[in-house]
């Protein structure tokens, strides 16, 4: 098993989860992971100690196919690691441990992800509209043009303070909505076809 000399300097475990991340000054080694809470609770009392940390690591390399190519992800597992000196002056009320949001499901997204979205949701607007339009406007780069102007609508709005409902205050009636005050009937069920 490999071993580092290094401070560590965060540790953190994701809310509702038994996962952590361990934080070191290590040049290479900057970010080890356990789901053992005893060992995450030693990392901690390392850095409230402040003390230069002989630690023992499991590395797994993996390497997944991209639509850039190959790429290689380094994984660092926390299996031990033995104080070898330092003090810090940190205080007992403190556990060490930081709790943190998870980065896949709430921490932030990533951009160019939201992006292929927006952009696959304005396609099938663009292909939904194509019926709608003149015969002489149906061609790809009409509707291209169309898909973009609704992902750069979708990716670029901003969430709106308020709620709201087709573009009124929550309790108006939207489309419906008489400024005069005079409430129209109910939409009668006879259709004419």
């Known amino acids: 098993m490999p071993l580092i000399e290094a401070h560590i300097v965060k540790v953190e475990r994701e809310i509702d989860s038994d996962w952590g991340k361990i934080h070191t000054d290590h040049d290479q080694v900057k970010e080890l992971s356990t789901k053992r809470p005893e060992l995450l609770r030693e990392a901690a009392d390392f850095r409230q100690s402040g003390a230069l940390v002989g630690i023992d ?35 007992a009320s403190d556990d060490g441990i930081d709790i943190v949001q998870p980065k896949g499901g709430g921490g932030g997204e990533d951009p160019d992800r939201s992006w ?27 509707q291209q043009t169309i898909a973009i102007a609704w992902a750069e609508f979708f990716f670029f709005t901003q969430r709106p303070a308020a709620p709201t409902r087709m573009g009124s205050p929550l309790g108006s009636r939207g489309a419906y909505y008489e400024p005069s005050g005079v409430e129209q009937p109910p939409p009668s069920d006879d259709l004419p076809f």
């Not at 690591?57 to 597992?77: A, D, I």
């Open 57 to 91: 690591y499991t590395e797994q390399t993996k390497t997944v196919q991209t639509e850039r190519g190959p790429r290689t992800y380094h994984n660092y597992y926390y299996n031990s690691g033995g104080a070898l000196a330092g003090r810090n002056g940190s205080t």
């Open 116 to 142: 292929r979205i927006c952009l696959q949701s304005g396609g099938k607007l663009a292909v939904a509209t194509m019926p709608l339009m003149p015969v002489d406007q149906r061609d790809f780069a009409t």
